[in-house]
């Protein structure tokens, strides 16, 4: 059977429709060259960013997904990431170097993390922050979906009080695929973090942040502890008495200084492991 004739002028104006781009979106433009680099880098901060990447995935912090960043010690407005890898098999031949837009300086051909804006976005907005991670950690997620609040359990998560905030994605983007995968939600996501240590992002996972890296990690890791041990609190059942603002702010302090001890023994345990 012949196709009507106002049945191929309406395909014909659908294809040139097509061709043309969709009404109202963003026509071709040349691409933009990459920043400049900020530099170069001390290779200890380099190999320590590799290092986080793999006591991360040992801890089951991150798995095949998930991702670690310093902020550049010599340009607060570039970051340094791996490209799109599982965190276990990182290298330092694998950190890109991003400025605050998510651009990366000298990919050649190698792909970026979708959600580098979660980091781009916290840089942004938060001028103490020189670490971010971002993690789907499986004992956090209950928390980011039901209207229990996660907060600090021991003095070891005394960063979380006095609650952890979460970040609702549907409230600043409607219906998405849930992933922070442009600047908008990822500015959304610092404003919901605002001055805390840890946000969670419902249905999805959380953002940690620090003044260095190995704070950072050490913050990532006992972020899903405490969500173990807050889950195992309330099958117990009865009232939970939580660390009250004032001993997390002296236990805060501690940890502060004590931290390091934690990230030497998983600095060593991975070269240990990569001796074997
Ligand atoms: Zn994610």
Redesign the pocket.
């Known amino acids: 059977m012949r196709t009507p004739r106002f049945a191929r002028a309406l395909i014909a104006g659908c294809l040139a429709l097509l061709a043309a781009g969709a009404p109202g979106g963003a026509q071709p433009t040349a691409a933009a060259p990459p920043p400049a680099s900020a530099g170069p880098v001390d290779p200890t901060l380099l190999e320590d960013l590799v290092t986080a990447n793999h006591v991360l995935a040992r801890h089951g912090v991150l798995d095949a997904?998930?991702?670690v960043s310093v902020r550049h010690p010599s340009d607060p407005h570039h970051f340094l990431m791996s490209r799109s890898l599982a965190p276990a098999l990182v290298a330092t031949a694998d950190i890109l170097e991003y400025d605050l837009d998510g651009n990366a300086v000298d990919a050649r051909g190698r792909a970026s993390f979708?959600?580098r804006f979660?980091h781009a976005e916290i840089y942004k907005a938060r001028p103490d922050v020189n670490a971010v991670i971002?993690?789907?950690s499986p004992a956090v997620i209950p928390f980011g979906t039901t209207q229990t609040a996660m907060q600090p359990m021991f003095h070891i998560s005394a960063f979380l009080s006095p609650r952890v905030p979460v970040f609702e994605i549907r409230k600043v983007a409607g219906m998405t695929d849930?992933?922070?995968s442009n600047a908008q939600i990822g500015k959304a996501l610092a404003e919901a973090l605002g001055p805390s240590s840890v946000v969670l992002?419902r249905g999805?996972?959380m953002a940690v942040v620090g003044p260095a890296l190995p704070l950072t990690v050490f913050r990532a890791i006992y972020t899903e502890v405490n969500a173990r041990l807050q889950t195992q609190a309330i099958e117990i059942g009865g009232p939970i008495t939580f660390l009250v603002p004032e001993e997390a702010e002296k236990a805060n302090k501690v940890l502060d200084q004590v931290h390091l001890r934690a990230w030497d023994l998983w600095k060593r345990e991975e070269t240990a492991k990569a001796g074997q």
Do not use: D, K, R
Request: aromatic letters at 6%; glycine letters at 14%; a negative charge.
């Open positions: 997904f998930g991702h979708l959600e979660i971002h993690s789907h849930m992933l922070v992002m999805h996972g």
